[in-house]
């Protein structure tokens, strides 16, 4: 079993910068790939970012419309993730949960891929 605790979580102005962090217990992260979901009033929960477990090349991935604005990172040893997140938009408003997957197969967008979730954390960006 893996716990998940995301924290950070606040109300910020358009064009801030705010950094979400990921806290695991129970099990190492390193043995799993980590990503970062959103789900916003009404919306499915949608992908945000993810770290895969290995350190390629591709190691990290981004949906679309985060490209260049968020930034994904582990630390394996402090058994961490963190999502860097800067020229905030309202449209990014929305709860951000972390998750943990152990698969190496499958979709890493698909939200039913991942094993372990966390409780989210309310991000709200205001005009």
């Given at each position: 079993q893996v716990q998940l605790v995301e924290s950070g979580g606040g109300?910020?102005?358009v064009?801030?910068?705010?950094?979400?962090?990921?806290?695991?217990?129970g099990r190492s992260i390193a043995q799993?790939?980590?990503g970062w979901f959103r789900q916003a009033p009404g919306k499915?929960?949608?992908?945000?970012?993810?770290?895969?477990?290995?350190?390629?090349?591709?190691?990290t991935l981004y949906t679309d419309s985060?490209?260049?604005?968020?930034?994904?990172?582990?630390d394996n040893a402090r058994n961490t993730v963190s999502l860097q997140m800067s020229s905030l938009k309202p449209e990014d408003t929305a709860v951000y949960f972390c998750a943990a997957r152990s698969s190496?197969?499958?979709?890493?967008?698909?939200?039913?891929?991942?094993d372990y979730w966390?409780?989210?954390?309310?991000?709200?960006v205001s005009s």
């Open positions: 109300l910020v102005q064009g801030d910068s705010l950094r979400l962090s990921c806290t695991a217990s799993y790939g980590m499915e929960r949608e992908f945000v970012a993810y770290f895969s477990r290995n350190r390629s090349p591709r190691s985060v490209k260049g604005r968020f930034t994904i990172s582990r190496y197969a499958g979709d890493y967008r698909s939200r039913t891929e991942y966390g409780q989210g954390t309310q991000v709200t």
